[in-house]
């Protein structure tokens, strides 16, 4: 391909900062056949990434953001449910909501049992959703709760500041996934009134949220009509991709997703004798399986020697990935070949 000139990037309404594109050379030659190994999704530590300035900070350890809270209605209308019991409502009927984790994506932390401890405090503060739980989980109050139950509050905190309603009218609208069983679920979209009141507008069976925790903001993906910006990627657009035979071929995107990165993120700057540069999360794989996190100046990747692949902030931003259809699910992100962290949809 030569040395590329950076796609304009598309702002997406969700992102959380300003350009934040990989800096480097374009990805020497057309995309190669390759061993490939079995695309599965990682949903372990991974961190997203951005070139920071020379000299920049050690990122401070990671911490869960608090959920944002949903707008309320102004004036409540008389009766009318608080936010987190509207949420309760919806969940009673729909089941759990099935989302992406803020303690996983885009990037794992520490685990539940040691977060669920340090942001209890947190959560008491919040009395209107905590007395919510509560009364949902059957707990009485008390000054002091085992870590079972603090573990049982925590997850409900969680979900449901990541379950959103967004005013219109005298209504609230949502639009979320839901699962009786962390196996199958339902896209629902519709309205609940204050009082708790459902309608709903569209019910269809889903897979999974997609939960990218990768690639930075104009990453270039390979397509056959030349380098996009992974942003700019939608689903049905055409990317290259490998057969099982490690094969080029011509690949339709089925799966894209994006989500907010924390501002502690870092990431592996991995650069290759020939030039290709690459800012990914240390837990993305290579389409080889090897995790980018694993690899150290002196390995081959794609047949070039890796020169550097120390570990950078990334700041902050959006996170994005993409699945391509085929029996592998890899493609190339500047000119590095990749497996896909997101699962397909059902």
């Given at each position: 391909?030569?040395?590329?000139?950076?796609?304009?990037?598309?702002?997406?309404?969700?992102?959380?900062?300003?350009?934040?594109?990989?800096?480097?050379?374009?990805?020497?030659?057309?995309?190669?056949?390759?061993?490939?190994?079995?695309?599965?999704?990682?949903?372990?530590?991974?961190?997203?990434?951005?070139?920071?300035?020379?000299?920049?900070?050690?990122?401070?350890?990671?911490?869960?953001?608090?959920?944002?809270?949903?707008?309320?209605?102004?004036?409540?209308?008389?009766?009318?449910?608080?936010?987190?019991?509207?949420?309760?409502?919806?969940?009673?009927?729909?089941?759990?909501?099935?989302?992406?984790?803020?303690?996983?994506?885009?990037v794992a932390r520490a685990d539940q049992d040691s977060l669920a401890e340090s942001r209890f405090p947190d959560i008491q503060k919040?009395?209107?959703?905590?007395?919510?739980?509560?009364?949902?989980?059957?707990?009485?109050?008390?000054?002091?709760?085992?870590?079972?139950q603090k573990l049982a509050i925590y997850s409900d905190w969680k979900m449901l500041g990541a379950l959103q309603l967004g005013p219109?009218?005298?209504?609230?609208?949502?639009?979320?996934?839901?699962?009786?069983?962390?196996?199958?679920?339902?896209?629902?979209?519709?309205?609940?009134?204050?009082?708790?009141?459902?309608?709903?507008?569209?019910?269809?069976?889903?897979?999974?949220?997609?939960?990218?925790?990768?690639?930075?903001?104009?990453?270039?993906?390979?397509?056959?009509?030349?380098?996009?910006?992974?942003?700019?990627?939608?689903?049905?657009?055409?990317?290259?991709?490998?057969?099982?035979?490690?094969?080029?071929?011509?690949?339709?995107?089925?799966?894209?997703?994006?989500?907010?990165?924390?501002?502690?993120?870092?990431?592996?700057?991995?650069?290759?004798?020939?030039?290709?540069?690459?800012y990914a999360s240390p837990g993305h794989p290579l389409a080889d399986g090897r995790l980018l996190g694993a690899i150290a100046p002196?390995?081959?990747?794609?047949?070039?020697?890796?020169?550097?692949?120390?570990?950078?902030?990334?700041?902050?931003?959006?996170?994005?990935?993409?699945?391509?259809?085929?029996?592998?699910?890899?493609?190339?992100?500047?000119?590095?070949?990749?497996?896909?962290?997101?699962?397909?949809?059902?």
């Amino acid at each position: 391909m030569g040395r590329l000139a950076r796609l304009a990037v598309l702002v997406l309404a969700t992102a959380a900062c300003g350009d934040l594109a990989a800096s480097g050379v374009g990805a020497p030659g057309s995309p190669t056949a390759l061993p490939i190994a079995s695309a599965t999704a990682i949903s372990a530590t991974i961190q997203p990434v951005t070139p920071p300035p020379s000299g920049a900070p050690t990122p401070s350890p990671a911490v869960t953001p608090a959920p944002t809270p949903s707008p309320t209605i102004v004036p409540a209308a008389s009766g009318a449910l608080t936010l987190a019991q509207l949420k309760y409502r919806l969940i009673d009927r729909f089941g759990r909501l099935w989302y992406c984790d803020p303690d996983f994506y885009p990037v794992a932390r520490a685990d539940q049992d040691s977060l669920a401890e340090s942001r209890f405090p947190d959560i008491q503060k919040d009395s209107e959703t905590f007395n919510a739980i509560l009364a949902h989980l059957g707990y009485a109050a008390s000054n002091a709760y085992t870590h079972a139950q603090k573990l049982a509050i925590y997850s409900d905190w969680k979900m449901l500041g990541a379950l959103q309603l967004g005013p219109a009218g005298a209504v609230y609208r949502f639009t979320a996934r839901f699962t009786p069983d962390q196996k199958s679920g339902s896209l629902v979209d519709g309205t609940i009134d204050q009082r708790g009141q459902i309608a709903v507008a569209s019910q269809t069976a889903s897979g999974p949220p997609p939960c990218p925790i990768c690639l930075a903001r104009g990453t270039r993906i390979a397509t056959p009509a030349g380098p996009v910006a992974v942003e700019e990627l939608g689903e049905g657009m055409t990317v290259w991709s490998a057969d099982a035979s490690g094969e080029r071929i011509a690949a339709i995107v089925s799966v894209v997703g994006s989500m907010t990165a924390p501002p502690d993120h870092t990431v592996v700057h991995l650069v290759l004798a020939d030039g290709r540069e690459l800012y990914a999360s240390p837990g993305h794989p290579l389409a080889d399986g090897r995790l980018l996190g694993a690899i150290a100046p002196g390995d081959t990747v794609d047949g070039a020697v890796v020169t550097n692949a120390e570990r950078v902030p990334y700041g902050s931003g959006t996170t994005f990935d993409l699945l391509p259809s085929g029996p592998t699910g890899m493609y190339w992100a500047d000119g590095v070949p990749l497996a896909s962290t997101l699962r397909p949809q059902r």
